[in-house]
């Protein structure tokens, strides 16, 4: 999902640069309702390299509150990069276009409607859309040519069921803050976030794991923030609460997201055989030092928004068969240690129901074992609100997993009330992401909890959370 989700973390959490300070410094001080950028929601990001398959792609201009602005008209460069073509753009100005082999410069006002053809080979698609004065849309989609399925076993597996409602947090960046010397406190009070988040009605906690993110390319050079030590120490802060607990596996030194799936330096060079067993390694090395310090994981998550594969280029989306062995030696390390952990697949496509079939239907006919088919849900990358209520009544149904939101920010009580009311007993419930420092946090910079955080309370009574 996202170069742009990556961009903004760093620049949140880390202060990164002084070019991005300024540019958040320009951006908070653009006046609502006026156009600012050009945001592309695409409903599918993984297309059939057919030379038929197409893709339903929202172009909106909108503000820096990311609402349309409808009456704001500007000439919109398209450019493509890959093997695929536009065949349509509904609620524009053709008479205004002028096309190239590579791009198509169109009049839109508000928003409209774009058609994209993928071309007959495999590989990755790149559109943009640019126009003076505006900040440019962008999103990237991978076509395929998969093959027959190859299941990973022979067992039936059985979904276990996740017993408790979850109203959960995911909190890694906690560390990193406070060895900033950052503190936090509710209505003036001092105290742990992870405490303030449980009287607000929170019973679970998610923390990332890289695999060697204190490398000159991980994550956290030299310092290895989300290693597992860190993890170890997270997870007994997280227990000694009283809450559950999430792991999820990056399976990666650095972010792991549909736009990037790295394979850990340690593991580059190994043959597929060797790949699989490092993965195993590790997911057995994690887990056995968490149940030994008396802190199993309640949940994992086998890789994060792993809807174009994990572990690249073994476990790319091309590769279904690769990948399906993948996630399978991750669950088996998870059981061989704990058979009563609950094992989630993790896709972004919050609203992209198309394509979350594609990804779950190929991994069920692969019977790779899982519990929980879990969404992440950003609006500017996942669609509306409708789109998820849609998509995730259609998995319920669908699958015999249950689902649930595994990440979002915005939207508070919408997410909510969409991800505890899927049908037949399916809904699980939701994680925030990093509530604590970044987009709509319910906790200002300084610590102090905010007037989101108010809306858990009554989340928490409403859908019976314990």
């Given at each position: 999902?996202?170069?742009?989700?990556?961009?903004?973390?760093?620049?949140?959490?880390?202060?990164?640069?002084?070019?991005?300070?300024?540019?958040?410094?320009?951006?908070?001080?653009?006046?609502?309702?006026?156009?600012?950028?050009?945001?592309?929601?695409?409903?599918?990001?993984t297309?059939?390299?057919?030379?038929?398959?197409?893709?339903?792609?929202?172009?909106?201009?909108?503000?820096?509150?990311?609402?349309?602005?409808?009456?704001?008209?500007?000439?919109?460069?398209?450019?493509?990069?890959?093997?695929?073509?536009?065949?349509?753009?509904?609620?524009?100005?053709?008479?205004?276009?002028?096309?190239?082999?590579?791009?198509?410069?169109?009049?839109?006002?508000?928003?409209?409607?774009?058609?994209?053809?993928?071309?007959?080979?495999?590989?990755?698609?790149?559109?943009?859309?640019?126009?003076?004065?505006?900040?440019?849309?962008?999103?990237?989609?991978?076509?395929?040519?998969?093959?027959?399925?190859?299941?990973?076993?022979?067992?039936?597996?059985?979904?276990?069921?996740?017993?408790?409602?979850?109203?959960?947090?995911?909190?890694?960046?906690l560390?990193?803050?406070?060895?900033?010397g950052?503190?936090?406190?509710?209505?003036?009070?001092?105290?742990?976030?992870?405490?303030?988040?449980?009287?607000?009605?929170?019973?679970?906690?998610?923390?990332?794991?890289?695999?060697?993110?204190?490398?000159?390319?991980?994550?956290?050079?030299?310092?290895?923030?989300?290693?597992?030590?860190?993890?170890?120490?997270?997870?007994?802060?997280?227990?000694?609460?009283?809450?559950?607990?999430?792991?999820d596996?990056?399976?990666?030194?650095?972010?792991?997201?549909?736009?990037?799936?790295?394979?850990p330096?340690?593991?580059?060079?190994?043959?597929?055989?060797?790949?699989?067993?490092?993965?195993?390694?590790?997911?057995?090395?994690?887990?056995?030092?968490?149940?030994?310090?008396?802190?199993?994981?309640?949940?994992?998550?086998?890789?994060?928004?792993?809807?174009?594969?994990?572990?690249?280029?073994?476990?790319?989306?091309?590769?279904?068969?690769?990948?399906?062995?993948?996630?399978?030696?991750?669950?088996?390390?998870?059981?061989?240690v704990?058979?009563?952990?609950?094992?989630?697949?993790?896709?972004?496509?919050?609203?992209?129901?198309?394509?979350?079939?594609?990804?779950?239907?190929?991994m069920?006919?692969?019977?790779?074992?899982?519990?929980?088919?879990?969404?992440?849900?950003?609006?500017?990358?996942?669609?509306?609100?409708?789109?998820?209520?849609?998509?995730?009544?259609?998995?319920?149904?669908?699958?015999?997993?249950?689902?649930?939101?595994?990440?979002?920010?915005?939207?508070?009580?919408?997410?909510?009330?969409?991800?505890?009311?899927?049908?037949?007993?399916?809904?699980?419930?939701?994680f925030?992401?990093?509530?604590l420092?970044?987009?709509?946090?319910?906790?200002?910079?300084?610590?102090?909890?905010?007037?989101?955080?108010?809306?858990?309370?009554?989340?928490?009574?409403?859908?019976?959370v314990?």
């Amino acid at each position: 999902m996202k170069n742009k989700i990556i961009a903004t973390m760093l620049a949140l959490t880390c202060f990164a640069t002084l070019a991005i300070a300024q540019g958040r410094r320009a951006w908070r001080q653009t006046k609502p309702c006026e156009p600012i950028e050009i945001q592309l929601t695409p409903y599918k990001t993984t297309m059939l390299g057919n030379g038929h398959d197409t893709a339903l792609i929202s172009v909106k201009i909108i503000d820096k509150d990311g609402k349309e602005i409808a009456d704001a008209k500007r000439l919109i460069t398209f450019h493509i990069k890959g093997d695929a073509k536009i065949i349509n753009i509904h609620n524009a100005d053709l008479k205004e276009s002028v096309t190239t082999d590579t791009s198509l410069q169109v009049s839109v006002t508000g928003s409209c409607w774009l058609v994209l053809q993928a071309g007959p080979t495999r590989g990755a698609i790149k559109l943009d859309a640019k126009a003076d004065s505006l900040y440019t849309g962008s999103t990237e989609i991978h076509t395929v040519q998969p093959g027959a399925a190859h299941p990973v076993t022979t067992e039936n597996y059985t979904p276990q069921k996740e017993k408790d409602k979850i109203l959960g947090a995911d909190i890694s960046f906690l560390p990193e803050l406070e060895s900033r010397g950052m503190k936090f406190s509710d209505n003036g009070k001092p105290g742990d976030a992870i405490e303030i988040l449980k009287a607000h009605g929170f019973n679970y906690i998610r923390l990332r794991l890289f695999v060697d993110p204190a490398g000159p390319k991980g994550y956290s050079p030299g310092k290895g923030f989300c290693d597992l030590a860190h993890t170890m120490a997270m997870a007994k802060r997280i227990k000694a609460a009283g809450m559950k607990f999430l792991l999820d596996f990056h399976y990666s030194d650095y972010w792991a997201d549909p736009q990037q799936q790295n394979e850990p330096a340690a593991w580059v060079g190994e043959d597929f055989n060797g790949v699989k067993k490092s993965l195993y390694d590790f997911t057995v090395k994690a887990m056995t030092a968490l149940k030994e310090q008396g802190t199993t994981p309640d949940m994992v998550q086998v890789g994060n928004e792993i809807n174009h594969g994990m572990v690249w280029p073994d476990g790319e989306i091309n590769n279904l068969d690769s990948l399906a062995q993948l996630i399978y030696e991750g669950a088996k390390g998870v059981k061989a240690v704990s058979p009563s952990t609950i094992i989630m697949l993790h896709i972004a496509l919050g609203g992209q129901n198309a394509e979350a079939h594609f990804f779950l239907d190929n991994m069920t006919e692969r019977k790779v074992p899982f519990d929980v088919i879990g969404l992440s849900y950003y609006p500017k990358w996942h669609g509306t609100p409708a789109d998820l209520k849609n998509n995730m009544a259609d998995l319920a149904t669908r699958y015999k997993q249950q689902v649930m939101v595994a990440e979002y920010s915005q939207l508070k009580q919408e997410v909510n009330d969409i991800a505890f009311t899927a049908p037949g007993k399916k809904a699980v419930g939701s994680f925030i992401w990093e509530p604590l420092s970044t987009w709509e946090g319910v906790f200002d910079r300084d610590g102090k909890s905010n007037a989101y955080i108010n809306v858990y309370p009554g989340i928490a009574q409403k859908y019976g959370v314990k």
